[in-house]
């Protein structure tokens, strides 16, 4: 390629790059005002106008055991399989240990509540909560990244504040295809629009049966008040509140929610929460890729 073809590629790249760089914060704009009152407008302008990239912390290999690997990213340490890319999870410690990403307002953890995890995954949020005073129930589908979680929050299950469930949560107990990521094991879902939206971003590399499970027959069978409820499991969280009605109802536990999986997530899944009729008081985080109830 010659230096001209060159150079008009790069203009080129920077246009689409400036174009969608503009179509994201117009995209952001039209939500906000079509929700005003749910709107973290201080949030949205930092998103509108900021240009920002975090620097991330990089994970640093510390021992292997049985296939798995202890990472360590900044001052904390987590198990995760040998076989998953561990990229991601400097970016997942800056989403929930810098950033505080599931927490909003009034939308908070407590010492000594009980908390759920849906999505677990590398276990951070579930460290968070438990540094904090919290309990947690995790809940982590893949067989092999359930157990790397079991032996990071080892000591917490010990002690009876913490208990990993090697299944998923959703609308009823039933097997599904969970689609794995070769690049980014957050992104593991068994939503198949998810996957097939972000197929390119994703990279799916292999397919298994996991175990799916409404939280409504959990909490029943522990009977432990759920006082604050996570869930980032992929493009599933309409399901699981299906799932969740009746634990949602007794309870009314504070609510963070993902709502950006799916193109509508961020209008569906406040109108299913208003649906259940617990008066909750919702909010969008600045960027509209959380949804908070309390």
């Not at 999986?261 to 909010?283: A, C, K, N, Q, T």
Request: include cysteine; charged fraction near 30%; glycine fraction near 8%.
């Amino acid at each position: 390629m010659g230096e001209e073809a060159k150079r008009r590629e790069e203009v080129m790249m920077g246009v689409i790059g400036l174009f969608r760089k503009i179509s994201w914060r117009l995209n952001l704009l039209q939500k906000a005002l079509s929700s005003p009152l749910k709107t973290d407008w201080g949030g949205v302008l930092r998103g509108i106008f900021s240009s920002h990239s975090p620097s991330y912390p990089q994970p640093t290999l510390l021992r292997e055991e049985n296939g798995l690997g202890c990472y360590q990213v900044k001052e904390r340490e987590v198990w995760f399989p040998l076989g998953f890319d561990p990229a991601f999870l400097d970016s997942m410690y800056e989403e929930i240990f810098v950033q505080k990403v599931y927490e909003y307002s009034y939308c908070r953890i407590h010492p000594g509540e009980w908390v759920v995890d849906a999505g677990a995954c590398e276990g951070f949020f579930s460290l968070y909560a438990l540094e904090r005073g919290a309990n947690v129930l995790a809940f982590e589908p893949v067989p092999e990244i359930a157990e790397a979680l079991e032996k990071t929050l080892e000591k917490y299950v010990e002690a009876g504040r913490a208990k990993v469930f090697p299944f998923g949560l959703g609308r009823e107990r039933e097997e599904k295809t969970i689609f794995l990521s070769s690049i980014n094991s957050g992104s593991n879902t068994v939503n198949r629009d998810f996957m097939e939206l972000h197929a390119e971003g994703m990279k799916v590399n292999r397919e298994e049966q996991v175990l799916i499970t409404p939280l409504d027959e959990v909490v029943c069978d522990l009977n432990f008040p759920i006082s604050f409820l996570k869930a980032d499991v992929e493009g599933s969280e309409r399901e699981l509140l299906l799932g969740a009605r009746e634990t949602i109802r007794s309870y009314k536990p504070r609510l963070s929610i993902c709502t950006y999986h799916l193109p509508d997530d961020w209008r569906e899944i406040p109108r299913m929460v208003e649906s259940f009729r617990m008066g909750y008081r919702i909010r969008f985080s600045g960027l509209f890729d959380h949804m908070y109830g309390w």
